[in-house]
């Protein structure tokens, strides 16, 4: 698995970004190979992108989709006034789900849903 990083300031006059982003959002959420997408922006108004991949391979062939290529000139071009892209190995992955209790509605008993590491 591969994780991409895109950190990102905008320009102040980058008024067309959010309907490029959302569509590219949609693009990238539908590529072979995502397993996940997410965008947080910062308090300070920075944006970070976080795009997981089965493989590096799913990441080239993002990196070189036409209309991703397409998205990344206009980014330079009209967007961005700094990014920064990081392409991460994931060595090694860990996961806790908490330990959740779940009222039975038909029998009024509570139901241990223990927590487990993946």
């Given at each position: 698995?591969?994780?991409?990083?895109?950190?990102?300031?905008?320009?102040?006059?980058?008024?067309?970004?959010?309907?490029?982003?959302?569509?590219?959002?949609?693009?990238?959420?539908?590529?072979?190979?995502?397993?996940?997408?997410?965008?947080?922006?910062?308090?300070?108004?920075?944006?970070?992108?976080?795009?997981?991949?089965?493989?590096?391979?799913?990441?080239?062939?993002?990196?070189?989709?036409?209309?991703?290529?397409?998205?990344?000139?206009?980014?330079?071009?009209?967007?961005?006034?700094?990014y920064k892209l990081q392409?991460?190995?994931?060595?090694?992955?860990?996961?806790?789900?908490?330990?959740?209790?779940?009222?039975?509605?038909?029998?009024?008993?509570?139901?241990?849903?223990?927590?487990?590491?993946?």
């Amino acid at each position: 698995m591969q994780i991409v990083i895109f950190r990102n300031h905008l320009r102040d006059d980058a008024e067309d970004y959010p309907a490029e982003a959302a569509a590219i959002g949609a693009l990238a959420r539908a590529q072979p190979g995502i397993i996940g997408f997410k965008t947080f922006t910062a308090a300070d108004g920075e944006r970070v992108t976080i795009a997981e991949f089965e493989s590096a391979e799913a990441v080239v062939a993002w990196r070189e989709h036409p209309r991703h290529r397409e998205a990344q000139r206009k980014g330079r071009s009209d967007f961005y006034s700094e990014y920064k892209l990081q392409i991460c190995d994931v060595v090694r992955e860990q996961r806790f789900i908490q330990e959740k209790q779940v009222h039975s509605e038909r029998s009024g008993k509570v139901q241990d849903f223990p927590g487990k590491e993946a």
